[in-house]
């Protein structure tokens, strides 16, 4: 006599259509899930290429105009924002990348549903066939790898930049406490930097506190120790960090990457992505700055250009490569009139420190007078920075003004040198900033060599 199969349990009818209908929605849900991906991918990975251009344009005009915390806090958001949309694009085209050799395998896949046909592969022989045979995964497996490996780079480039997000918030949220505490020490820059300090390893002891708790509650009950105390205490910090919302919102999505793939080497990969996204910024400003970050100039080195002509000195050479530079500066190359301009820029990210300890005209090195006297002031102080030189004749800065250049986005000094007497051809300018400072560090004493012909009009 056959044997009955076991009796399957009863779904009552009142249960049973919720969980099917919900079964049925996530399948539709799963089927458009692909389209969703390729919409968004394709709509911002090659639009966000040209975001970090005018990020840059941005901060390049706004860093020459500020010191201190405040460079530091516009530094991290323009760095961080670039990071994020040059990750963003990568990774996004990547995944385009991915997911169009995935439509290309679900396209053979109708076409030929048996994959490989073997027997038809007569330039291959036996040897190389079993070999390749043995290996193939087929089209159902290469459909189903691509797919995973499609929505696992959609997945982690989402989580990288929530993480980078959320990296600047806090940046940001902690570098303005900072400027806060410093004003009633006057600004000082070292007391914002030691809060800031104390804030981020406050932040860093809390984030390990859970890994910490988790090893001692560990130890303790392996030597049969009571942990009630301590496991309230990790609940506690664990409540905590549910309270970000960010963090929240990336617990689901990591976790199960996490878990579902070699943690160890999911999360080095994952740090190596944000670790690079920060320094992205760093690499494109360091790019704008240098003629060439890879060269092979052997003859003509840096060293010989800055003793030579450097576009940055001429006003009619400069282009959006020298935004960076705020170099002293003359109108062009040759001269013809009877008057040169000569304009040396202000930058008080260098400038107001050495103000502060030489222009003792200024207490603080902050210029509060009014009218003329304000003029008559930054002339004076600015006088004290630097030397300037004609053919080896020192040039007296007291006859220069102030002058802010909408055109270059710059503040400085500007003053017009005589011609007359001056022998056609070439002439040289001398500008020395500094001038008994270190040869290293942010103060070091800085040289410009500005040569110049001077052509008169017949």
């Not at 043995?134 to 989580?159: E, V």
């Not at 932040?203 to 105390?229: C, F, H, N, S, W």
Request: glycine fraction near 8%; proline fraction near 6%; charge should be positive.
């Amino acid at each position: 006599m056959n044997e009955s199969p076991a009796a399957e349990p009863v779904v009552p009818a009142s249960h049973a259509e919720p969980e099917q209908e919900a079964s049925t929605r996530f399948g539709r849900l799963r089927e458009r899930t692909d389209e969703l991906e390729l919409f968004i991918s394709g709509l911002l990975a090659f639009a966000l290429l040209a975001v970090p251009g005018y990020l840059f344009d941005i901060w390049a005009r706004s860093s020459l105009h500020t010191e201190g915390m405040y460079f530091q806090v516009l530094w991290f958001a323009f760095s961080i924002s670039v990071g994020m949309c040059y990750v963003l694009a990568v990774a996004l085209i990547a995944h385009l990348t991915v997911r169009g050799y995935w439509i290309g395998l679900v396209g053979l896949k109708s076409h030929f549903p048996k994959g490989i046909d073997w027997d038809h592969l007569p330039q291959m022989g036996p040897v190389s066939r079993a070999f390749m045979r043995a290996r193939d995964g087929g089209l159902d497996g290469s459909i189903q790898r691509a797919d995973r490996l499609a929505t696992m780079l959609f997945s982690t480039t989402l989580m990288s930049v929530q993480t980078l997000a959320g990296t600047l918030i806090l940046a940001i949220i902690a570098l303005g406490l900072a400027m806060l505490v410093s004003v009633p020490f006057g600004g000082s820059e070292a007391v914002a930097l030691v809060f800031l300090s104390a804030v981020l390893l406050a932040l860093l002891a809390y984030g390990l506190a859970p890994a910490v708790l988790e090893k001692m509650i560990g130890r303790r009950q392996a030597r049969g120790m009571p942990t009630d105390r301590l496991q309230r205490l990790l609940q506690r910090a664990l409540a905590g960090l549910q309270r970000v919302p960010l963090l929240r919102l990336m617990q689901t999505m990591q976790l199960t990457m996490q878990s579902n793939l070699r943690s160890r080497f999911f999360m080095v990969g994952y740090m190596v992505a944000i670790v690079a996204a920060m320094l992205l910024g760093g690499l494109q400003v360091a790019g704008s700055v240098k003629f060439s970050l890879f060269n092979r100039y052997q003859v003509i080195t840096g060293e010989a250009v800055d003793h030579g002509m450097l576009s940055a000195h001429y006003e009619s050479m400069r282009s959006a490569h020298d935004q960076l530079l705020p170099y002293p500066m003359i109108p062009s190359d040759t001269v013809s009139a009877t008057q040169l301009r000569l304009f040396i820029p202000h930058r008080p990210q260098r400038d107001n420190t050495l103000a502060r300890e030489r222009c003792t005209q200024l207490p603080g090195g902050q210029n509060d007078a009014r009218g003329a006297a304000a003029a008559t002031a930054a002339v004076d102080c600015l006088a004290q920075l630097w030397t300037v030189q004609l053919d080896g004749r020192p040039v007296d800065l007291h006859a220069f003004v102030p002058m802010e250049r909408r055109d270059l986005d710059m503040r400085g000094l500007a003053g017009y040198l005589p011609m007359a007497g001056l022998a056609p051809g070439r002439h040289d300018l001398h500008l020395l900033w500094n001038a008994g400072g270190p040869t290293r560090g942010g103060d070091r004493r800085r040289e410009y060599f500005i040569p110049f012909w001077y052509a008169p009009d017949p």
